[in-house]
Nanobody, 115 residues
Framework: QVQLVESGGGLVQPGGSLRLSCAAS????????MGWYRQAPGKQRELVAT???????NYADSVKGRFTISRDNAKNTVYLQMNSLKPEDTAVYYC?????????WGKGTLVTVSS
């Protein structure tokens, strides 16, 4: 069983920054690819960024140049540094991790970008 716990969400003004963290725990040796997804009110969940265990990254076009995903394999933790935040980045952000053949999800953390 794998548990993913996100932290770091909150309220920030447009142009501001936030850093999200997601720690994986449970009976795991090392989790595979990890990533961040988000779901805004009334919209479907969408990919934000992913990072493989080897460090290869992928970003949604809407966040390229503003968000940076990284991970600490020793801690089974993934981070999302979000800069130049816009009101349209407001959403619940979910952590995803792949272990063996399954996908695991955190409960989400709310990010609100508003003045």
């Amino acid at each position: 069983q794998v548990q993913l716990v996100e932290s770091g969400g909150g309220l920030v003004q447009p142009g501001g920054s936030l850093r999200l963290s997601c720690a994986a725990s449970g009976t795991i040796s090392r989790i595979g690819a990890m990533g961040w997804y988000r779901q805004a009110p009334g919209k479907q969940r969408e990919l934000v960024a992913t990072v493989t265990s080897g460090g290869s990254t992928n970003y949604a076009d809407s966040v390229k140049g503003r968000f940076t995903i990284s991970r600490d394999n020793a801690k089974n933790t993934v981070y999302l540094q979000m800069n130049s935040l816009k009101p349209e980045d407001t959403a619940v952000y979910y952590c995803n991790g792949k272990y063996l053949t399954r996908d695991y999800w955190g409960k989400g953390t709310l990010v609100t970008v508003s003045s």
